[in-house]
């Protein structure tokens, strides 16, 4: 192989390289304020009744929260027969999976599978929104959704729009 074709190769792999690098990172604001980010959220979410908000608290009988959880909001729809829930996360730098991981595998897991047989009985159309809830971490917030497909998907194209740099 000539020296000149060789030096090509590898200044297109680096090239690659850093492109593959910087399409795979999304850059995300570090500078968020967390009811800004959930008073937004709540007023682009629908639901069939009425948002209450709350803080982190309200899961802690689900799962211990870490401390490393600078602000939250929960809200969730007023109306008992509707499940409809997100969450709203600040984190310190670095604990978004952590947290991300405390959501889906503790919180959530746990809310559907305890209330599983309450749910199917008393409202069975709303399990599948607890069944399929998504979290997703964007930069140092973290955000859970318990809504309906159109509706998640509203929720985190909004969370996209509001927490990308």
Not at 21 to 36: G, L
Not at 46 to 69: A, G, H, L, R
Not at 97 to 121: D, I, P
């Amino acid at each position: 192989m000539k020296p000149m074709f060789k030096k090509m190769i590898c200044i297109a792999l680096v090239i690659l390289t850093l492109l593959a690098t910087a399409c795979a990172k999304e850059e995300y604001k570090t500078d968020i304020d967390v009811d800004d980010i959930a008073e937004a959220l709540m007023q682009k979410t629908p639901t069939e009744s009425v948002w209450i908000d709350e803080d982190q608290d309200f899961i802690k009988e689900y799962v211990t929260v870490p401390e490393y959880i600078k602000e939250s909001h929960i809200y969730y729809a007023q109306n008992t027969n509707d499940l409809d829930e997100f969450g709203v996360f600040e984190v310190e730098e670095g604990k978004a999976n952590a947290v991300r991981s405390m959501l889906m595998q503790g919180y959530l897991q746990k809310l559907y599978t305890e209330n599983l047989e309450w749910y199917n009985s008393y409202m069975p159309t709303e399990t599948p929104k607890l069944r399929d809830a998504e979290v997703r971490v964007f930069g140092n917030c973290v955000a859970y959704a318990v809504l309906s497909p159109e509706n998640r998907k509203a929720f985190f194209d909004e969370c996209e729009k509001l927490l990308k740099k």
